[in-house]
């Protein structure tokens, strides 16, 4: 059974970079398309980016493009989101989830909190 | 891009009720569309993937339908546990993800 285990809450203050990890066990990284989607305090999902399997190229919505980078290390199947130029609005919880047959996330990591304050 | 419109945005209903959410597709989408529930400070949890097909282990009383650009997610005699918000979504390699605004089920 593959499990997501993700890094610790985190708190930034505005125009700091934060680096989110997320631990894969139960399955081979390499094998997996692996994604980020945030959630606002009381909004719905965002899906910000990850691996497209189709392409074999990682991709990013556009509103994120250019502040935000997705990377692995394969050697410790850990997946890593990197969003710079924070703002008070990039106060989120931010998932990895693994994308399915080009179509569903499951499962998802538990979340990590990141706050952006002065 | 493909835009995934919701509705309700919140439904009120008691227990042993039949509800049912609709998801509108922007342009036609076959049947890749997945469900979610998720519930307060917990990650999101898939129900049903390509439309009608049910995840192990999550009780039969929830159903998918749907083709193109119309999708319902169903749920029969409806349960405590199954109070929640429910989101839509889909995925294509051109524009990534897009998830419906969410619908919440709340208690009548």
């Known amino acids: 059974q593959v499990q997501l285990v993700q890094s610790g809450a985190e708190v930034k203050k505005p125009g700091a970079s934060v680096k989110v990890s997320c631990k894969v066990s139960?399955?081979?990284?390499?094998?997996?398309?692996m994604h980020w989607v945030r959630q606002a305090p009381g909004k719905g999902l965002e899906w910000m980016g990850g691996?497209?399997?189709?392409?074999?190229?990682?991709i990013y919505a556009q509103r994120f493009r250019g502040r935000v980078t997705m990377t692995e290390d394969t050697s410790r199947d850990v997946v890593y989101l990197e969003l710079r130029s924070l703002r008070s609005e990039d106060t989120a919880v931010y998932y990895c989830?693994?994308?399915?047959?080009?179509?569903?996330?499951?499962?998802w990591g538990q979340g990590t909190l990141v706050t952006v304050s002065s | 891009d493909i835009q995934m419109t919701q509705s309700p945005s919140t439904l009120s209903a008691s227990v042993g009720d039949r509800v049912t959410i609709t998801c509108r597709a922007s342009?036609?989408?076959?049947?890749?569309l997945a469900w979610f529930q998720q519930k307060p400070g917990k990650a999101p949890n898939l129900l049903i993937y390509?439309?009608?097909s049910l995840k192990n282990g999550v009780p039969s009383r929830f159903s998918g339908s749907g083709s193109g650009t119309e999708f319902t997610l169903t749920i029969t005699s409806l349960q405590p546990d199954d109070f929640a918000t429910y989101y839509c979504?889909?995925?294509?390699?051109?524009?990534?993800?897009?998830f419906g605004r969410g619908t919440k089920v709340e208690i009548k």
């Open positions: 989830a693994i994308l399915w047959s080009f179509n569903w996330f499951d499962p």
């Open positions: 139960g399955h081979t990284l390499t094998e997996l398309s």
């Open positions: 691996f497209d399997p189709e392409s074999g190229k990682t």
């Open positions: 342009q036609g989408i076959s049947r890749w």
């Open positions: 390509k439309a009608s």
């Open positions: 979504q889909h995925y294509n390699s051109y524009s990534g993800a897009s």
